[in-house]
């Protein structure tokens, strides 16, 4: 629907916003931080721990790849942390 059209635009904006909000104070999120978080990922574990396989699988099941994903996981902790700032 139009509403949900509108929706999607407004998150994608804020997302933009955040993202250049980050850059604009120098925020910036390690390499160690984005495979740190994926790792504690529940979806990726297998027997209580990070499983590669798993992860690799749930990507190429995703059509997504490893860059991508990480690169979108670094966004999101990028996102969270000027989000922190405000409060």
Do not use: W
Not at 12 to 27: D, F, N, S, T, V
Not at 64 to 73: G, K, L, S
């Amino acid at each position: 629907s139009s509403d949900d059209a509108a929706n999607l635009s407004i998150g994608l904006i804020a997302r933009q916003l955040k993202l250049a909000e980050a850059h604009r104070l120098g925020i910036e999120v390690g390499d160690e931080q984005v495979r740190r978080s994926i790792r504690e990922i529940p979806a990726f574990q297998g027997g209580g721990a990070f499983d590669k396989d798993i992860y690799l699988r749930l990507l190429q099941f995703n059509r997504t790849t490893p860059a991508e994903f990480e690169a979108a996981q670094r966004e999101d902790l990028l996102i969270a942390l000027v989000e922190d700032s405000r409060s």
